[in-house]
DNA sequence: TTCCATGTTCCGCA
DNA sequence: TTGCGGAACATGGA
């Protein structure tokens, strides 16, 4: 379930178990899941290695290893799991690093939409890709989002959902910062008064999800009683209250 | 069997 | 140049 506050906690989950162990083997085990480094390159570079330093940038982690940096994207069915016995193996895994303590981590990743790669440097990287800020960094002001936004047109929900505008919100979160500040998710972003409320729902939205927008067409809005109602925004599913989101 | 999925990218069109 | 809709990617679950 990855959006920036799910990558975040793979991020720590990363920290409390996998740094500091020498990485006895490398398992690819479905070469697919690899961006550009190939499966040699991939084990050759990590193997006696150990994970020093975990580092996360909207939906991306980074995760160094001397003098290279293991990229993780989580896709929409990414997983990590550590476990010390085989045969928690989780079904999907794609990848499997084996450290010298006997214990394991594995990217499980379903679809396979998910990256396992190699790069040189995070910085260069979030450049190349030209990713936004990430809604996490304390130096991410009010005043930074107003000017970034000044910038743009066009839908709301597309433009909180592009990962060059901010970082790190998906189809999910964004449905609910609307929700929560009230805006239509097809409201031009140029015509939205109150953007410090966005920013700072999104803020909060991010570091401590609620999930309280129904999911369900037809289902009364708890916040006003309007009809909860689905349609198709910016390419994905999106529900939104009726009644207050205008 | 059919539809749908918390993501990204590429293409054609306006 | 920017924004948008649609398709593609791969696979399982309801």
């Known amino acids: 379930m990855p959006e920036l506050p799910e990558v975040e906690e793979y991020g720590r989950y990363f920290t409390r178990h996998a740094l500091n162990r020498t990485i006895k083997r490398v398992d ?14 991939f084990t ?20 160094q290893a001397g003098t290279t940096w293991l990229h993780l994207h989580f896709g929409m069915t990414g997983d990590l799991l550590f476990y010390r016995d ?29 990256v396992v790669d190699l790069i040189d440097d995070p910085d260069t990287f979030i450049a190349e890709h030209r990713l936004g800020r990430d809604p996490l960094d304390p130096k991410f002001k009010a005043a930074d989002f107003r000017k970034l936004i000044a910038k743009r047109r066009g839908g709301i929900k597309a433009l909180l959902m592009s990962q060059d505008f901010v970082a790190g919100l998906g189809n999910l979160y964004v449905d609910e910062i609307l929700y ?24 909060k939205i991010v570091r401590k999800p609620n ?10 809005c708890p916040k006003c009683g309007g009809t909860i109602k689905r349609a198709v925004v910016a390419g994905r599913t999106t529900y939104f209250c009726g009644g207050h989101q205008r």
């Open 28 to 41: 690819v085990r479905d070469e697919r899941i690899l961006g550009i480094v190939r499966k040699d390159a």
């Open 44 to 63: 050759r570079r990590l193997r006696g290695r150990a994970f020093t330093h975990v580092r996360r940038h909207g939906k991306h982690l980074f995760v």
């Open 86 to 114: 085989a045969a928690e193996t989780p079904r999907f895994a794609r990848v499997i690093f084996d450290f010298n303590d006997g214990s394991h981590l594995a990217f499980d990743d379903m679809r396979l939409f998910g």
């Open 180 to 203: 929560e500040t009230g805006i239509h998710p097809r409201r031009s972003a140029e015509k939205i008064k109150d953007l410090d409320a966005i920013y700072t729902t999104m803020r």
């Open 211 to 220: 999930r309280k927008l129904p999911r369900d067409e037809g289902e009364l």
